[in-house]
């Protein structure tokens, strides 16, 4: 009886403790840190458009960094409501809720290229109205594609669809730029047999020059309010940085370094300041200059070459750095210069722009004799190779936000 | 002919013009008509200096020398400095513009591979300008002489290591009249 006692206490207190046991094993649930989940599945959709709009949203969702699909049937975020795309046609009207708020939104267009613009659009304001950031969906990428010693000035979505190529070149032209509004790219050309910057409509059609002038026209970059172009010329005997005014027709001599050349300018978002490549010191380095005063101030200081600068919609900097042998994308905080690493490595990455997020950022990286583009992300997400036919690509340059 | 092999017949003319097209003028996406159009030579003012800036290149204006050739100047890695080595090509181009005074002068600049092409544009600028201020020490006018750069979009030779890249970064001479 005692026996059966001491074993029935000794039940008792092994179930007692079960429970500690269990706690003392770890019990681990996968998930990535901080993204809210999005569920689609009260969306009734209907035909190919409509299949093809929520194909396009759960992308673009995803590819935003701040979301992810939910797997079950629930999420944080609910969109329901209709996609409806019978005939080709897509007519929308959804409801997005979550916790803290909602909103409604449609719209009706016909084709495919207008229904995957619907699902941009959506997803920019999803990622408006519940993270008050500006969304990376309806925007494109202009980039230059490499055909043996000739190329083009190419554009594409930002999920690579809609690829168009420009007219091909016989010496491959360079450095596209976005106007504000995304309609215009500028860009280096040697059609007329020496560096010329052209400024070319993104849906196709005339070109009209920008600054041809005897000697060097690169780097053509307009200003955020569109009324400047930054431009490195060689009329003062030496590669220097301008400003030109297209309405006014005066040219602003910015740097003054005879014994060094400028490259590469880009503005930053307030369009007070000029960031740039200036080897002034011996080797190219990244300078920001006031478009005002004029007083260049030098950004870059680890690495051997620092070249390619873009400046993000929050302030940041980033540029291509060489350091430890290879290229790495870099992002630095204006203020300090303090810089950190956002390629990983193993590879050789140049060419940085910012999505209007100043969160991602499209490049380049080379494959051996080829160059594919990627997009980092600067908040930890594994780099995504943007989704192109095989190609030699170079020299990326995202737009800003788009209708 | 029947309907369906009209309407072949139009199928298999519209792909080969699209075909056609995929190198040219328009292609498969509708977007790649560049057409320049004719516009006139802007000019600006540089604020600084008054100075007029107009886009008049030589070969725009003359027809090329095809006559002369002299072997192009080599450059040391990431420099726009003149070897001495290199001088008496420049005075060879110097001696051809005073015994031809109807003769102008295109330097083109140009650059090895490695490197941002942005930057090696701008390189080979200074490649092409050091020339062209060597000229003038020489004797020449520097009205004479315009410098012009293809970075390393022109390579003089194909492929890559020392050999290669020694021979692309070089400056060129092309006389006009």
Not at chain 2, 8 to 28: E, Q, R, S, T, Y
Request: glycine residues 12%; proline residues 5%.
């Amino acid at each position: 009886m005692l026996r059966n006692t001491a074993v029935a206490i000794i039940a008792v207190l092994a179930i007692a403790a079960a429970p500690s046991l269990k706690a003392a094993t770890p019990f681990v649930v996968e998930k990535s840190i901080g993204k809210e989940t999005v569920s689609i599945a009260s969306l009734q959709v209907s035909g190919d458009t409509g299949g093809l709009f929520v194909n396009v949203l759960k992308q673009d969702i995803a590819r935003s960094g701040w979301f992810e699909m939910a797997t079950g049937g629930y999420g944080g975020i609910e969109i329901s409501g209709r996609a409806d795309g019978r005939g080709g046609a897509l007519s929308t009207s959804v409801q997005v809720r979550w916790g803290g708020g909602g909103f409604a939104w449609g719209d009706t267009t016909s084709g495919n290229v207008e229904a995957r613009w619907q699902a941009h659009r959506l997803a920019d304001e999803i990622v408006r109205r519940v993270k008050g950031r500006q969304g990376i969906a309806a925007t494109r990428i202009a980039f230059v594609e490499k055909n043996g010693a000739g190329g083009a000035i190419c554009i594409c979505d930002s999920d690579g669809a809609g690829l168009q190529k420009f007219h091909a070149e016989a010496v491959s032209p360079l450095s596209p730029y976005f106007s504000p509004d995304g309609a215009t790219i500028y860009y280096t050309s040697f059609t007329r047999g020496y560096p010329c910057i052209f400024g070319v409509p993104s849906k196709g059609g005339q070109r009209a020059p920008i600054a041809n002038f005897t000697g060097l026209n690169t780097g053509g970059a307009v200003s955020p309010d569109g009324k400047l172009v930054a431009a490195v010329l060689s009329h003062p005997g030496n590669p220097e940085l301008f400003v030109i005014n297209r309405v006014t027709k005066k040219a602003t001599r910015l740097t003054r370094t005879p014994r060094g050349a400028e490259a590469s300018p880009c503005w930053s978002p307030d369009g007070n300041r000029i960031a740039y490549v200036s080897d002034e010191s011996g080797t190219p380095q990244i300078y920001v200059i006031d478009s005002e005063q004029k007083t260049p101030a030098r950004l870059s200081y680890d690495g051997s070459q620092n070249v390619a600068p873009s400046w993000g919609a929050d302030g940041r900097i980033a540029y291509c750095s060489k350091r430890d042998g290879g290229y790495a994308i870099v992002v630095a905080n204006p203020a300090t210069g303090e810089s950190t690493v956002v390629s990983p490595a193993g590879a050789d990455w140049e060419d940085p722009s910012w999505a209007p997020d100043g969160r991602h950022i499209v490049c380049s990286r080379r494959d051996g004799r080829t160059c594919s583009l990627w997009v980092l992300d600067t908040e930890g997400d594994k780099p995504v190779k943007l989704s192109l036919p095989f190609g030699d690509r170079r020299s990326p340059e995202w737009s800003g936000p788009l209708r | 002919m029947n309907i369906s092999t009209y309407k072949a017949a139009i199928a298999i003319a519209a792909v080969a013009v699209l075909a056609a097209g995929c190198g040219g003028k328009k292609n498969n996406n509708g977007a790649g008509a560049i057409d320049d159009g004719e516009y006139g030579l802007e000019t600006y003012t540089d604020e600084e200096t008054g100075l007029a800036l107009t886009g008049l290149p030589f070969d725009q204006t003359r027809t090329p020398v095809t006559d002369v050739s002299i072997a192009p100047v080599y450059f040391g890695y990431d420099s726009f400095q003149l070897p001495g080595a290199e001088i008496a090509k420049i005075q060879q181009a110097a001696d051809i513009l005073r015994l031809n005074p109807g003769y102008v002068l295109i330097v083109s600049g140009h650059c090895d591979e490695r490197g941002s092409n942005e930057y090696n544009l701008s390189l080979g600028e200074q490649r092409a300008l050091a020339v062209r201020n060597c000229l003038s020490t020489l004797g020449v006018s520097l009205d004479r002489v315009q410098s012009r750069s293809f970075g390393e979009e022109r390579p003089a030779v194909q492929g890559t290591g020392e050999e290669a890249w020694r021979l692309n970064r070089r400056g060129e001479f092309a006389f006009y009249r």
